[in-house]
């Protein structure tokens, strides 16, 4: 059983720039959240994706945006990257059904670095 | 709305002393409750997870968690702990059946000396 991957491991981008980060989830999953784990402190929820549409959003801008293929994979994109948005973002996948949704399991991570 | 609150930023131990973390939650519905274990410079490792069954949750490594809901809590402990058990652990609630957003505490450091 293959568990969660993110890639790239570590990416620096400069201030204005966009940024794609990518996920696949674990198998027999359909469901992918993100967080976004500042230095020292918990993961924040970014949003949830469930058959390839949004399925929640946390308290954060429209700047980032994300998608769902149909092999339950998905992508984090961010858009005019401020330095607040240097970060761990981690991809978590889970399996969703009528009843809800269950344990998340993570990636590894991304470490963004904005400069 | 849910919130998370772990008591202790860092808690120093000795290899073999009783561990405890503590976390209370804050939720208007039955609680999901979950503790995870971050490594330096990697993801996060679920431990263990209440899901309204058994108050009391064994989970992998040794670590088991009570969930008392008079307390509103769900503390951690391990009766020994190892060097290997030196890592951050947070706690993390979920709105039940919903399932979308897990909030998380801000974490909790745990030292292991020899």
Known sequence: ETGVTQSPTHLIKTRGQQVTLRCSSQSGHNTVSWYQQALGQGPQFIFQYYREEENGRGNFPPRFSGLQFPNYSSELNVNALELDDSALYLCASSFTQREGSYEQYFGPGTRLTVT | AQ??????????????????????????????????????????????????????????????????????????????????????????????????????????TLSVSS
Not at chain 2, 30 to 54: E, H, I, M
Not at chain 2, 63 to 81: G, W, Y
Request: with cysteine.
């Open chain 2, 3 to 108: 919130s998370v609150t772990q008591l202790g930023s860092h808690v120093s131990v000795s290899e073999g002393a009783l561990v405890l973390l503590r976390c209370n939650y804050s939720s208007s519905v039955p609680p999901y409750l979950f503790w995870y274990v971050q490594y330096p410079n990697q993801g996060l490792q679920l431990l263990l997870k209440y899901t309204s069954a058994a108050t009391l949750v064994k989970g992998i490594n040794g670590f088991e968690a009570e969930f008392k809901k008079s307390e509103t809590s769900f503390h951690l402990t391990k009766p020994s702990a190892h060097m290997s058990d030196a890592a951050e652990y947070f706690c993390a609630v979920s709105p039940g059946r919903s399932g979308t957003a897990l909030i998380f505490g801000k974490g909790t």
